[in-house]
């Protein structure tokens, strides 16, 4: 690394930027502000005096993201931002009873949220099972849906679907708290690094077809029209730690399901220890992985045009359905699933099978000798899951009933299908 700062000439380089050199103190305050805020002008979503909510959870990222926003919102601030800022944090205590300092913990967010003079709000994560509909959170005892939400974590099998399904209901509860606070926009602390580790685990867990969704700058409002913005997307963690450490930014680490845990316990956990290490050798590694899902966005309005009639979402991640092909198509998605089947014995024995006539049954799910609603119910609401949720939704034990917890988190979130509009406009509709 240059000891001399290569915009400035003058000042001693404390930090080497990619491929853009190195940066002394000031010269890099600078470039950190305005690489934020060239993030917004870019990609001009928040307009003059909207309501924007900082997704707050104490750690570096969203602790640097509240910084350089009250900076930039700064009357001393060159072309200061003007719209209105408000801070809402998840409470995920629900999901680690066994932590010990998690209150000593949220004291701490807490005042950090206090000292930013901006109005904040707390929101506990087993709310989402407290949604009367698409606006009203309500403020009923939380003593069952505690029970059900950490049941049902507990039932999950695997710590990458753990990790899967609290990522969709933080951001769901978000929206959910957003849309009745009167928010426009949600902005995360996601950096380059973070989006390139969700790139190559979301395409391991079958979402390649939501990547752009999940990894642009706005995900396009999917969740209930609230907009999920990423204005440090183009910022890497090395520059949020030494943005932190030279501002002296109060940051709080809060333990998760991927905490103390080996690199091969998760899919995400294992992605992010591989683009760590690389990262090490080839520094160019998180911007040549984050950079792609931007070429992803013709993929994204070519599969919005081939199900535009349909305009089907998935329940759970609100994204477009990936399940359904046109006539005729070749899916690889239907042959995995038959060949999934097929190994299950769903469609009977060597010397007794049941075949399907086509592909396209291969995904319903068997209906039981005795008919009961249980696999109605299953049924329904694997058809409305997306590739990446429909195997979040198998890895739910399922010994024990919970698809009244899933049902109440698809029922609120969700559109309504163009065959239950029918159902429900039918007795006024007039036959042609």
């Known amino acids: 690394m240059s000891t001399q700062c290569v915009k400035c000439e003058e000042g001693k380089a404390i930090i080497l930027v990619g491929t853009n050199g190195s940066f002394c103190k000031e010269c890099f305050l600078k470039y950190f502000t305005h690489k934020f805020r060239a993030a917004l002008g870019k990609h001009p979503v928040v307009r003059y005096d909207d309501k924007v ?75 989402i099972l407290s949604i009367s509909d698409d606006t009203v959170i309500e403020n009923n005892d939380d ?65 390649g077809a939501h990547l752009s969704l999940d990894t642009g700058f706005t995900d396009n409002g999917r969740y209930l029209g609230i907009n999920l913005l990423r204005p440090l997307r183009d910022i890497g963690a090395k520059e949020i730690a030494v943005y932190t450490n030279i501002n002296k930014i109060q940051s709080v680490f809060l333990p998760n399901f ?16 591989f683009i760590v290490s690389l990262t090490s050798d080839f520094p160019a590694t998180e911007t040549t992985v984050y950079r792609t899902s931007n070429k992803l966005e013709m993929m994204k309005n070519s599969k919005k045009e081939e199900n535009k009639d349909t305009n089907e979402n998935c329940f759970l991640c609100c994204g477009p359905l990936d399940t359904q092909i046109k006539e005729g198509n070749a899916s690889a998605l239907q042959a995995i699933e038959f060949t999934e089947n097929l190994s299950n014995g769903i469609f009977g024995t060597a010397e007794n099978p049941h075949l399907p006539h086509d592909l396209k049954s291969t995904s319903k799910l068997p209906q039981s000798d005795s008919g009961d609603d249980y696999c109605e119910t299953q049924e ?38 163009n065959e239950e509009m029918r159902k429900q ?8």
């Not at 950490?150 to 957003?178: G, M, V, W």
């Open 53 to 127: 909510a900082v997704a707050f959870s104490g750690g570096l990222n969203s602790s640097a993201m509240l910084h350089v926003l009250l900076e930039s919102l700064s009357p001393l601030s060159f072309k200061r931002l003007k719209f209105h800022p408000g801070i809402i944090f998840v409470d995920e205590t629900v999901l680690l009873p066994e932590e010990k300092n998690y209150e000593i913990y949220l004291n701490e967010i807490e005042s950090i949220m206090k000292a930013s003079g901006l109005p904040y709000h707390i929101v506990k994560l087993e709310k």
């Open 425 to 432: 406009l039918e007795d006024v509709l007039l036959d042609c």
């Open 258 to 273: 991927s905490t103390k845990v080996p690199a091969t316990s998760s899919i995400q956990r294992l992605t992010e220890d």
């Open 143 to 207: 003593t069952a849906q505690t029970c059900n939400l950490r049941e049902l974590f507990d039932s999950i099998k695997s710590i990458t679907s753990k990790q899967e399904l609290l990522y969709r209901l933080r951001c769901k509860l978000l929206t959910y708290k957003a849309k009745e606070l009167g928010y426009q926009h949600i902005f995360l602390g996601e950096t380059s690094s973070r989006l390139a580790i969700n790139i190559l685990s979301n395409i391991a867990q079958g979402q």
């Open 380 to 417: 329904k609401t694997m058809v409305n899951l997306c590739h990446s949720c429909k195997i979040l939704h198998k890895d739910v034990n399922t010994e024990v009933n919970f698809d009244p917890i899933f049902e109440h988190l698809f029922k609120n979130s969700s559109k309504v299908t």
